[in-house]
């Protein structure tokens, strides 16, 4: 640089270090005036008073800056300085004078101010209908902490004072990122705007997996309300539990088969939640259809490993289905028509901003007529209806009342007389309330029922058979946050069951039937639960809990006796003892401890492993390997003991190349006892000894599940696929109670393989494709080992149980849905589903039936039952306003 160039730098740098010293030198003794008669000022007025009167101009980044906040002052003047102080002052901001600016800037950020926490709580809803989003992501980067919100929106966060830049996130909305001063606790509400205007479906959400790298369980599945494409279904009807079917370890035993089988479990060992109201019977039209209305349900947890410890009753998993809320701020519609069905939701305010309800309507459209291969009842009809509601009210920040209700009904019409109905029925009352800034708690009442009536006036039958299930329950939760490191959760429930097992009515005085009416059975199952989760290092977290639980089988009832040493029958009873109403006729209790611990080897790795012990009292009475409408329900006696399982799981979950695909390795291993099956030929329906029909033993399961998911992009989807077995072992002390001589043997839900493929291509906002795949290995069926002639008919003989199995099931669907050009900007929005189920017309055998050849009467045949073996093309109009 020129020696001349470098004298008049340095003589600028003399003349702005001397101006700013004459500056620093006279803003000391600058006063601001004070309007007449004012002993306080918003610091938005002291700023403007600032800029007004002297040379001095704020500058500040407006986030930062407290308008609102009250400082007092005395007199008609006060020093510039002085006046700052009071601004700047537990706001974790400083001042600095550069020129004639004054910049106000933030403490070092990230930094905390003192040793002692404050309490940062709040909710997260949806921006444009006030709905409460559950499991939204409350994120401190700084700090490597955060926490997610509960059922109902929920958080509490507790930390050092100081400034922070958080981040509020949720799958399909548009993630929030802003800096916080934390000065002393405070309530912190976010709302959060959806990332597209598409229509949503229910479909498993991509990025939902993230959950696995933060949630403490293993063996966690989420299903959630998404924008993003949609899964082919049959008939186009959305099925959120045959969603789940995608997911590894979760199955069931075919088409029109009702229910879920998880990890080698039957299907009541599930329990389904609808708002924490049991639901007994999950599809209509025989299983082809769920009974949750996709437009009316918010999200789904599956927990198949470990099961929080306020959850209790069943062995196998939990699906906690929960109904969306409704819109805070405007009115709204949606629904739908089919080739099956036609939908219609209703949702808006009844006190805007406070209050909201939701109700939802489906129908099938028409009778269904199916044949059933009988000459005489080939004219078989079926239909069938829900019907959904929720109310919400705010009635402040700390209080929060729910009201919800489902009702469900399918009616199946056989010939000219037979009808049969059923379904289920829910009421949920809810209240939440916050005590403080760290605890929080629910309390629910629900009362679920599920029934159902076969009525046949023909005069060969001319009878009225009825059944039902009650469940009263109540059920207090409690989450205590102490701090980030430390979450508490705790409650009490308490469940009433009664239930009839059937009755069977002449319907005219002249009937053939015998009337018969079983004894009711009545239970209350109370429990007590708890969990701790800490976080002892960034690496190291775990969550212990026990839940304690105790069932009492109560009178009224005739218990009968039998001959010990004996296998159970009607010949060996010797004495029969009457108990009356409410006296205990049995009582058990269990233990149930829960331990889930998980190591972080990475930013984008994570190992846990869990264990889980269940007891489950309530058990679903049939000798068909699918639940049927008219199957029952019985609760543990002094014969039928409750099932008992402990389960083992080791996970290992992944990132890989940032995020864009996403990797879940799972182990377990499961143990059962007091696992029931039936004699060969067993009678249960309507039978009051139904203990001479049932046999007890021990099982197994275990299987490494594998979930690759790659979660963004124009094409996304997912592979899972499932090693695993499931075993039952029936021994018994005499030749009657035994099976397969003692050994071990394949269970009816034993699937060794098990893969599904998903794929999603979304090209722009108009269309999206796409397609599923399935495979498994055929399940397990007892074959005919030898036949003999009676009375000139062939006749199998059947010995070892499951000893052989059906052929593989594979099959393929395709959808695509068309997104109206129109309706992308606009408030009305319309879209058209086209799908193809099964599309290679794959003939999946449901069962094998063996019969006597009709062209040699001295062979027998085996007739491949197929349920659905044909491909079956549909389509369905969707809308939105």
């Known amino acids: 640089m ?25 803003h000391s003794d600058v006063v601001v005036r004070v309007p007449h008669g004012q002993t306080s000022l918003s610091v938005g007025q002291a700023l403007r008073l600032i800029a007004d009167q002297t040379t001095y101009k704020p500058s500040y980044v407006d986030q930062l800056i407290p308008f609102d906040k009250k400082i007092k002052v005395n007199g008609n003047s006060i020093l510039l300085d002085d006046l700052l102080d009071k601004i700047v002052y537990s706001e974790n901001l400083k001042y600095q004078f550069e020129g004639n600016l004054i910049l106000l800037i933030a403490v070092k950020k990230n930094t905390p101010l003192k040793n002692d926490n404050v309490t940062m709580k709040g909710q997260v809803s949806e921006a444009s209908t006030g709905e409460a989003l559950i499991g939204a992501t409350i994120w401190i980067d700084s700090l490597k902490t955060g926490s997610s919100t509960n059922a109902y929106g929920f958080f509490s966060l507790s930390l050092p004072k100081g400034i922070y830049d958080v981040r509020i996130s949720f799958v399909g909305y548009e993630t929030i990122e802003t800096r916080l001063a934390l000065a002393e606790s405070t309530e912190q509400n976010f709302s959060l705007k959806s990332a597209k205007a598409n229509l949503p479906e229910l479909v498993v959400s991509p990025k939902d997996f993230d959950i696995l790298l933060t949630t403490k369980n293993t063996g966690y599945h989420k299903i959630s309300r998404n924008i993003f494409g ?23 035993v075919g088409e029109d088969a009702t229910g879920i089988n998880v990890r080698g479990g039957s299907a009541d060992n599930n329990l389904i939640l609808l708002d924490e109201a049991v639901i007994f019977n999950t599809s209509h039209f025989f299983g082809l259809v769920g009974v949750f209305n996709p437009e009316a349900i918010n999200d789904i947890e599956i927990y198949k490993g470990d099961i929080p410890a306020s959850y209790g009753g069943r062995t196998s998993s939990v699906v906690s289905v929960r109904q969306r809320e409704g819109n805070k ?32 309507v489906r129908s099938s459209l028409f009778n269904i007529n199916y044949e059933l291969g009988d000459n005489n009842v080939r004219r078989s009809t079926l239909n069938f209806a829900d019907f959904n509601m929720k109310l919400n009210y705010d009635l402040n920040s700390k209080n929060k009342v729910y009201l919800s209700g489902y009702v469900g009904k399918d009616r199946n019409k056989i010939g000219e007389t037979f009808q049969r109905t059923w379904g289920n029925s829910a009421l949920i009352a809810r209240w939440n309330h916050i005590f403080g800034n760290r605890l929080f708690s629910n309390h629910t009442f629900t009362l679920s029922e599920y029934s159902y009536k076969t009525e046949d006036p023909s005069e060969i039958s001319n009878f009225i058979g009825t059944s039902y299930i009650f469940n009263y329950a109540f059920k207090s939760d409690f989450n205590f946050y102490s701090n980030p490191d430390n979450t508490y959760n705790f409650g009490y429930s308490s469940i009433i069951h009664r239930l009839n097992p059937g009755d069977r009515i002449p319907l005219t005085e002249d009937a053939s039937v015998v009337e018969i009416k079983l004894s009711s059975e009545h239970a209350v199952e109370p429990a007590l639960y708890g969990s701790w989760e800490k976080k002892w290092s960034r690496r190291i977290e775990t ?14 009832s005739n218990e009968y006796i039998y001959v010990n040493g004996l296998p159970k029958s009607r010949t060996s009873i010797i004495d029969t003892v009457q108990y009356k109403f409410g006296q205990i006729i049995d009582f058990y209790e269990g233990f149930e401890p829960r331990l889930v611990a998980s190591y972080k080897l990475s930013k984008a790795s994570i190992l846990k492993t869990s264990y889980n012990k269940n007891y489950q009292y309530i058990h679903r009475i049939t000798n068909s390997i699918s639940p049927a409408p008219t199957d029952i329900w019985k609760l543990s006696d002094r014969y039928i003991k409750p099932e008992v399982s402990n389960q083992y799981t080791l996970g290992y979950y992944r ?14 291993f499961k143990s059962l006892s007091n696992t029931i099956a039936f004699k060969n030929g067993a009678d249960l329906l309507l039978n ?25 992009g124009m094409l996304r989807g997912w592979v899972s696929y499932t090693l695993s077995r499931a075993e039952t072992q029936i021994k018994g002390s005499t030749v009657e109670e035994t099976l397969n001589d003692g050994d071990f043997f394949p269970s009816d839900y034993d699937r060794t393989h098990d893969v599904s493929v998903v794929g999603i291509y979304d090209e722009g906002r108009q269309w999206s494709f796409s397609a599923t795949f399935n495979f498994s290995t055929g399940r397990p069926v007892t074959l005919p080992d030898a036949k003999y002639v009676y009375d000139g008919v062939i006749v199998p003989n059947f010995s070892k149980r499951n000893q052989g199995r059906l052929s593989d099931y594979h099959r393929l669907d395709v959808s695509t849905t068309y997104v109206s050009r129109k309706s992308l900007d606009r408030k009305f929005k319309s879209s058209w589903t086209f799908s193809i189920y099964n599309v290679y017309a794959r003939r999946n055998a449901y069962s094998y039936l063996f019969r006597q050849s009709a062209l040699n009467p001295s062979q027998t045949e085996t007739i491949r039952y197929s349920v659905l073996g044909t491909i079956i093309p549909s389509i369905s109009y969707n809308f939105k306003f």
């Open 543 to 556: 969550v212990a809990g026990a839940r304690w639980s105790r069932f009492y089988y109560l009178g009224p």
């Open 230 to 252: 949609k899964i082919p279904y049959f008939l186009s009807e959305v099925d959120v539990l045959q969603g789940a079917l995608l997911l590894p370890g979760i199955r069931n």
């Open 329 to 360: 701020e405007r009115f709204a519609f949606s629904g739908g028509l089919g080739l099956l069905s036609g939908r219609l939701v209703a949702e808006g305010p009844l006190v805007k901003g406070k209050s909201s309800f939701l109700t939802s």
């Open 2 to 26: 020129p020696t001349f160039l470098r004298v008049c730098f340095i003589f600028h740098l003399c003349l702005l270090s001397a101006s700013s010293a004459l500056v620093a030198q006279s």
């Open 688 to 712: 009051e000894t139904i203990e001479t029909e049932v046999l007890t033993g021990v099982g197994r399961a275990y299987g490494t599940e594998l979930l690759v998911r790659k979660p963004e």
């Open 655 to 668: 990132d890989l190349f940032n995020g864009n695909l996403e990797v879940s390795l799972e182990a377990y």
